[in-house]
Structure formats: structure tokens, C-alpha cells
T-cell receptor
């Protein structure tokens, strides 16, 4: 069965520092999708990125970047020059494709990393 | 606005009461699913549906029922609420292909006393 591990329960850094959130996953599938979501204190889930298992290119979006490495089953998320507004809980999630009939059975989430950016 | 709409946003129930959490989407997504979020546990899948008339159980289905009579709606029913069902509930929808990812509703905070 699939599993997502976010070993960092809470991270606290000072504003402007870079911070990396770790995500390690387990899956039996060769076709799968990985996601990152942000949950600010207001509680909604904000989609950040989706990556499929065939695309190992790193991605950068402004201060955010993602490093996908199939060899280590990791999909890490880095925030450069962190800001107070980045304070939130961040979730990594996995959707299998082949064994779950095309992602039908939804997402498997990690337990989340609570990121605190201190001014 | 297009998206996933959940109602109510907050609810307090007494043990043993029943209620239905509503979820509606207007994006013509085939797939819909319900999750619960508990402190330190992340989100866990309760039930999901791949289309009207088709539902299946997720990781934590006990105590919940679902039905999907239309593409747009996917209500979650608590038949006899228990304090262990105190949680935040999220509904999500997606296409039957990976092109769009999953869209989440804003959540329902349920407290069972």
C-alpha cells in the first residue's frame, strides 16, 4: 500500500532563511502523482504543485522549488528567503494511478509539517 | 464561482444524533471523495466515488455513509454521531485523468459532544 512520510513535525526559522520540507513516499505503482498542499491558519487547502512519476525535472516557482528524486523516493519542497506569510502546515500527498483505477481512490497524505516563520 | 462547496462550515452535534455534510461541485468532475483531518494525522480518506451511482470505502469508513445520485453532489452521512468523529471534514473532486489535480472544499468543522 502507498505511504507518505513527512518526518519533520514542526520547523521554525527566522524570516529570510531558506527552509526545506522533506517528503518520502512508498508506492507499488510505476505511474503515480505527487502533490504538495499548503494549509494556512484559516484552514483551507491550497494546491501548490503536482508532479507525475515520469517527470523528474525540478521545478521552480518564484521562491518555491521542488526536488523530485525517484532513486530515493523523495519529493522535497524548498522555500527560499522565507516570509511570515509562508507560515502554515504543508502536506505532501500521493495518488497511485495503475492500481487504483486512475487515481480514483484519492490521495494518501503525509501527516504534515508545521512551518513557523518568525519575524 | 467554480469549485467545491461544503456546507455547513461548523456544526455541533450531540452523541447519537445524525446529520449530513453536503458537498457540491460545478466542474463536472467524475471523481469525488471525503477526507477527515485530525491533529497530527494528516488527512485520511473516508469514502470516494468514481461517478454517479458508484461509491467505495476509503481508509476510515466506519460510521459514515455516502451516496452519489448526481455528478455534482456527494453528501456524507453520519448515522449516529460519536465523539471520535469530532474532526474537520474535507470534500474533494477531480477529473478521471491527472490533468487537473484535486480541488478541495473549504472544510466542515464538526464537534460531537
Amino acid at each position: 500500500a502507498q505511504k507518505v512520510t513527512q518526518a519533520q513535525t514542526e520547523i521554525s526559522v527566522v524570516e529570510k532563511e531558506d527552509v526545506t520540507l522533506d517528503c518520502v513516499y512508498e508506492t507499488r505503482d510505476t505511474t503515480y502523482y505527487l502533490f504538495w498542499y499548503k494549509q494556512p491558519p484559516s484552514g483551507e487547502l491550497v494546491f501548490l504543485i503536482r508532479r507525475n512519476s515520469f517527470d523528474e525535472q525540478n521545478e521552480i516557482s518564484g521562491r518555491y522549488s521542488w526536488n523530485f528524486q525517484k532513486s530515493t523516493s523523495s519529493f522535497n519542497f524548498t522555500i527560499t528567503a522565507s516570509q511570515v506569510v509562508d507560515s502554515a502546515v504543508y502536506f505532501c500527498a500521493l495518488s497511485e494511478w495503475t492500481y487504483s483505477g486512475g487515481g480514483a481512490d484519492g490521495l494518501t497524505f503525509g501527516k504534515g509539517t508545521h512551518l513557523i516563520i518568525q519575524p | 464561482n467554480a469549485g467545491v462547496t461544503q456546507t455547513p462550515k461548523f456544526q455541533v452535534l450531540k452523541t447519537g444524533q445524525s446529520m449530513t455534510l453536503q458537498c457540491a461541485q460545478d466542474m463536472n468532475h467524475e471523481y469525488m471523495s471525503w477526507y477527515r483531518q485530525d491533529p497530527g494525522m494528516g488527512l485520511r480518506l473516508i469514502h470516494y466515488s468514481v461517478g454517479a451511482g458508484i461509491t467505495d470505502q476509503g481508509e476510515v469508513p466506519n460510521g459514515y455513509n455516502v451516496s452519489r445520485s448526481t455528478t455534482e453532489d456527494f453528501p456524507l452521512r453520519l448515522l449516529s454521531a460519536a465523539p471520535s468523529q469530532t474532526s474537520v471534514y474535507f470534500c474533494a473532486s477531480s477529473y478521471s485523468s491527472p490533468r487537473g489535480g484535486y480541488t478541495f472544499g473549504s472544510g466542515t468543522r464538526l464537534t460531537v459532544v
